[in-house]
């Protein structure tokens, strides 16, 4: 199994940052678009396999399988060439630092991709939702099932941070989940091989997920996955969950009280946590390479 040193990893990271930020906009928009529903594919396939489990098997269990099945939305983006936000929030400013492009060009390339990523993922969501999630009649009436019930509970959950101390937790969530993200990027860059890759990225990314960190661009999928479920959700479905907790979910509170909160700490996470400490680790050896 070929893989690079550290060194080299750090210096092709600020290689495919400079690709990157290069593409034209309708490009950065066209792969963000297709990451963000790569990412919401792992979520949609989290979502149904952990459904039930934390019954039978205790709430661990359901984090594991949880964050065992995410990852396949990250191993598509890596394989196939798309563009993720949280991603291109380290390997854009390390080409800045190691190829001196532009600040300029790198706030560029993280609003069209960030545009793709929540067109795609909403799209997908409405996939879902009027999909797997449902159960229709032969009136066209629709019905929440287990998996929908689940998909709204995760959405009510996501936009549950309220106040202060709510926004610092999913602040400080969102930081965490973008340094494992980033990890997981290096070492999808560290391996030449498939399996390499696969591996490289999986486990960073299955721990991000099972540990319960934030993630702005899944949270592009799950809290509107929940949204476009919740109108078909019955009295007995509403009554269990609480009326007042639905009446929280809204597209508003989907930004207020999660989204804009969890992108910085995602950019803060990845520019800072990774981005910024391994240029300063390694910059002497990449200017010896030269």
């Not at 039978?56 to 563009?83: D, H, N, R, S, W």
């Not at 592009?220 to 929280?248: C, H, R, V, W």
């Not at 989204?259 to 910085?264: A, C, D, H, L, R």
Request: charged share 10%; proline share 3%; with cysteine.
């Amino acid at each position: 199994m070929v893989f690079h040193p550290p060194v080299a990893i750090v210096a092709k990271a600020g290689d495919a940052g400079k690709y990157k930020v290069g593409l034209p906009a309708w490009n950065m928009l066209l792969r963000g678009f297709m990451a963000g529903a790569y990412i919401a594919i792992g979520g949609a396939l989290a979502t149904v396999c952990s459904t039930g489990v934390a019954t039978f098997l205790g709430a661990g269990f359901a984090k594991l399988v949880l964050g065992g099945v995410f990852p396949v939305g990250l191993i598509i983006i890596v394989l196939t060439g798309a563009e993720l936000f949280t991603g291109d929030a380290m390997l854009a400013p390390m080409a800045a630092f190691i190829h001196k492009i532009s600040w300029a060009a790198v706030l560029n390339l993280w609003v069209w991709v960030y545009i793709g990523n929540l067109i795609g993922s909403i799209v997908y969501a409405y996939i879902m939702a009027y999909g797997p999630l449902t159960g229709w009649s032969a009136a066209g009436v629709g019905s929440v099932n287990a998996f929908g019930l689940t998909a709204v509970n995760i959405a009510i959950a996501k936009v549950s941070y309220v106040g202060m101390a709510a926004n610092w937790s999913a602040f400080v969530k969102a930081i965490g989940c973008n340094w494992l993200v980033n990890l997981a990027v290096l070492l999808g860059i560290c391996a030449d091989d498939l399996i390499g890759k696969f591996f490289g990225i999986w486990f960073p990314i299955m721990a991000f997920v099972a540990t319960g960190f934030e993630h702005c661009v899944a949270n592009m999928y799950f809290i509107p996955a929940g949204l476009m479920t919740a109108p078909f959700l019955s009295a007995d479905q509403i009554a269990a969950i609480g009326a007042e907790k639905l009446a929280n979910l809204t597209w508003v509170t989907m930004w207020t009280n999660n989204i804009i909160v969890v992108t910085i700490g995602n950019i803060i996470g990845g520019l800072f946590f990774v981005g910024v400490i391994y240029w300063v680790a390694f910059r002497k050896e990449i200017a010896a390479l030269k």
